[in-house]
């Protein structure tokens, strides 16, 4: 299919952190080699988007938003004639992609099997609106997949709820559930219960944990959790640390929780976290993005309860086929079409953001 000469894309781009967004036309071109033009069905707005747009760090304005996107095939670039696994792909077939790309192999694909580290690697939804091909976020009506990028082809089955999160919030908890080693019959700790803590105690228990306790201080999020796997909600804030984690460690006998999953972004929880662990148990960290996180810890007790800490930042590729995967084959077992509880325009992005950022909503998608 030719793109028709002279077409224009609205983006809805931000002029600086907190400003609002304005709607902009930006021209379209055909996709150039190792690049696919995709006609954008949903974008949802991550908690890392809220950080950006509040200016919590740095990226470049004015600026386009959103990297969990879905999206309709336009045009394949040349070179681009399969997906990941494999599967044909042609215009009008709906697909995700790695919500990041990297420059090419490098010493971190070809030796380290880090790929999402690559040095040089950038993601969607943060990059400056003025950087060609203009279209890279996800608040938008197009969005180009540019080379090194990693593509699937979804399933008719899902719906579009379904789909959105699967590049970042569900293929990041494939990848922290993977690190924190959890197996048959663990007892696994989630702090924090937005929506990547859901889909991580969803995870942990298609993964064969026996038992996952959640904790949030959002009641609300308590009772949802109940639905996505959660056996025990606790409120961290209800009673004095020493009294959680006394609690928590009674629910996970006989020595505390195998592994804990730091999803909340609040470094300070971060020895209780530790002291939830039985010997040999497993942390970890995948909330704590933002740089000064910092936190005391007694070191002394990850050395005397041999705890393995690990951190976690972007996925691996091959989460990206798990997390469509687990989603595709847990549908019917979790709710997961009810956590995108909030649809805008394009034109309502400032809207959108403002009840993303004060957690008016799970998930809020923008569909343009
Ligand atoms: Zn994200």
Known sequence: MAIPHGLMGRLAVYEAPNRPFEIRLFPVRAPRAGEVLVRIRMSTICRSDVHSYLGHRPNPCPGVLGHEIIGTIVELGAGITHDMRGEPLAPGDRITWSEYFIPGPNYFTEVLDLPQKSPGVDKYGHMAAATDPHHHGGFGEYCYVLPQSWILKLPEALTDEEATPINCGVATMMCVTERAGIRMGDAVVVQGLGLLGLYGAAIAKARGARRVIGLDTVASRRELASRFGVDLALDPSAVPEAELVKAVRAACP???????????????????????????????????????????????????????????????????????????????????????DGKYRLDEAGKAMQDAAERRVLRAAIVP
Do not use: K, W
């Open 254 to 340: 006989p020595d505390g929780a195998d592994a804990v999953l730091e999803v909340c972004g609040y470094p300070e929880v971060i020895p209780a976290g530790i002291a939830f662990l039985r010997t040999g148990g497993r942390y970890a960290l995948a909330g704590v993005v933002n740089p000064g996180s910092g936190v005391t810890i007694d070191a002394n007790l990850l050395l005397r309860r041999m705890v393995t800490l690990t951190g976690v930042h972007n996925y691996h590729p091959r989460n990206l086929v798990e997390a469509l995967d687990f989603v595709h084959a847990n549908r019917d077992r979790f709710p997961f079409h009810e956590l995108v």
